[in-house]
């Protein structure tokens, strides 16, 4: 069976690496430089790393020069997410030599120019399904955008690769992954799903590794690592027994 993979998360809002409560714009606690936190986590044997421009996400600017840097910087695979919602900014966001790019907002607000971009560019785009309850938000998680099941439907009609899950009830809270919500969407699609939000320990990473089979491909963990609830070799490590 394939191992769960890891993607610690490095979120970027003014500049600096932050964390938020439900993804919401003013909640953040600032963790300093997103540049030191990224090569952190590949120091401790990071595969994937987890890139989100906050500002770009909510519309308050964007950390496009700092983001080029730090995906720039990293050996490992940059999966970059925040913003990118039209050519412009998904040219600037492959530039960067990232693996793929997670597109929210744009699926729910130009479906057309999302299927695109999927026929363009195959498994380097994957989409964001952001949810409260089955309502997907979009504009950094602040407005609803859809119902998720119609929504996941369609994306894999127009042949998206892979969805990045989150329950933003859970998101930035270490309350413990949706696992619930894992299962239902994966048995909605055949495409790989990776988990986001809430992860708090070792344990949730664990059962979120025994819905492999059921085809979760990787976690994002954020705050958990933040706030040294683990780390990440811990959690490397948990994922690989
Ligand atoms: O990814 C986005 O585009 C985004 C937009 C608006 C608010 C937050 C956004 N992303 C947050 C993340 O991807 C988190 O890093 C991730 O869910 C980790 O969550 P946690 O482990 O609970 O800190």
């Known amino acids: 069976m394939p191992k769960l993979e890891l993607l610690p998360a490095v979120d970027v809002r003014d500049g600096q690496a932050v964390r938020l409560v439900h993804g919401e714009s003013g909640s953040e606690t600032s963790y300093g430089s997103p540049l030191e936190a990224a090569l952190a986590w590949q120091r401790s044997g990071a595969e994937w790393l987890h890139l989100v421009d906050l500002d770009a996400a909510f519309g308050t600017g964007d950390n496009r020069a700092l983001i080029a840097e730090v995906a720039g910087a990293m050996d490992i695979k940059v999966e970059l997410s925040g913003g990118i919602r039209d050519d412009a900014s998904l040219a600037a966001a492959l530039a960067t030599g990232c693996r793929r790019v997670n597109l929210g907002t744009a699926a729910l607000e130009t479906p057309e120019w999302v299927a695109k971009v999927i026929a ?14 089955t309502t997907l938000r979009g504009r950094g998680w602040t407005r609803d955008g859809g119902d998720l099941y119609e929504t996941l439907a369609r994306l894999d009609s127009e042949g998206c690769a892979r969805y990045v899950v989150t329950d933003i009830a859970k998101d930035g809270t270490l309350q413990g992954p949706n696992l619930a919500l894992l299962r239902d969407v994966c048995a909605a699609t055949d495409k790989p799903v990776v988990a986001s939000g809430g992860v708090s320990s070792l344990a949730d990473l664990r059962a979120i590794s025994l819905l492999v089979p059921e085809g979760v491909e990787g976690a994002i963990v954020g705050k958990a690592l933040y706030a040294e609830a683990f780390t990440l070799e811990e959690a490397l490590k948990a994922v690989a027994a």
């Open 120 to 133: 363009e560019h195959g498994d380097k785009i994957a989409v964001g399904l952001d949810v409260r309850g």
